[in-house]
């Protein structure tokens, strides 16, 4: 390895994904805190000088995801609503704003569909006047073939207040394959027992633990996202090891692959094989944990 150049811009990246390099440019998303948080976009050449910059977006809201794809970008950034920005990268001197969609909740992570679509994964969010409360897991999808006018084309919630997911902090636990229309995610449901608050309460609840397993999708632009079934490796929540609940069960589900036409999903405890097009059981492997 050689020292080649170093560079520096305002601000405090998020991760991998605010980072890019692109046909000689290195482009970066950050966010400024000194004050009202603000957020920014540089452009910088090999020799780390920048060149190019839009900054002060969303004043007051932080980076929430971010994804950098040829000459556009994408950033999510939230509050209370949440912006999903489209910027034009072309011009490394000049980055622009070319248009913006508000929709509730927000997108932690964002992964590429096909040019001109995206898939988020996030949390949907109820407004709570200077803030929101968090509310189950979200997936959206966005056309984006409009720059000027990107639309939230189909979004779908899974469970309440409570409901996770490893995606939400860690892409390798998302699989996704375009040409099968296929998407799969680990997620931990919580559900709210609404006989136990008010209409009023219901909105900050937090719901409880009822099933942990993976979920899968079909994706596709003329169809949506639709479930296509779950799996899970804990068969009876009463055969959980006291104190492991649903939260720390070595039967968790962290990660799903496919290999021909079988899905495997992969907790520490055991490996489980189904079928990949209508997810029917066909073994599993018991693992020392």
Same mark, same amino acid.
């Given at each position: 390895m050689t020292y080649v150049a170093s560079g520096e811009v305002p601000g405090m990246v998020l991760n991998q994904f605010s980072m890019d390099e692109y046909d000689g440019y290195f482009r970066v998303a950050t966010t400024t805190r000194e004050g009202t948080p603000q957020n920014h976009i540089y452009i910088l050449d090999m020799a780390l000088n920048i060149t190019g910059s839009l900054e002060n977006l969303a004043p007051g809201e932080t980076i929430y995801s971010a994804r950098f794809m040829g000459d556009r970008g994408y950033l999510v950034t939230f509050k209370q609503v949440d912006p999903l920005f489209? @910027?034009? $990268?072309? !011009?490394?001197?000049?980055?622009? =704003?070319?248009g913006y969609l508000k929709v509730t909740g927000y997108s932690d992570y964002l992964h590429p569909y096909d040019e001109t679509h995206i898939i988020g994964i996030g949390k949907e969010t109820t407004d709570a006047g200077e803030f929101a409360w968090y509310q189950g897991v979200k997936i959206s999808l966005f056309d984006v073939s409009d720059v000027g006018n990107p639309v939230e084309i189909d979004k779908l919630e899974i469970g309440d207040r409570g409901t996770d997911s490893p995606v939400l902090w860690d892409h390798k636990a998302f699989l996704f394959d375009k040409a099968r229309n296929l998407l799969v995610m680990p997620i931990l449901e919580a559900k709210v027992d609404v006989t136990k608050y008010s209409e009023a309460e219901l909105v900050w609840a937090y719901g409880e633990p009822v099933w942990q397993g993976a979920y899968a999708f079909n994706v596709s632009l003329d169809q949506g996202i639709q $479930?296509? &079934?779950? @799996?899970?490796? @804990?068969?009876?929540?009463? !055969? $959980?090891? =006291? &104190?492991y609940y649903y939260y720390y069960s070595p039967f968790s589900v962290e990660r799903s692959l496919y290999i021909d036409d079988v899905l495997y999903t992969i907790s520490d405890a055991k490996i489980k094989m189904n079928n990949l097009e209508n997810l029917d059981y066909i073994n599993e492997v018991q693992l020392l944990y």
């Open positions: 489209v @910027i034009d $990268l072309s !011009d490394p001197y000049n980055p622009e =704003e070319l $479930l296509k &079934g779950r @799996i899970t490796h @804990i068969e009876d929540p009463a !055969d $959980l090891e =006291e &104190g």
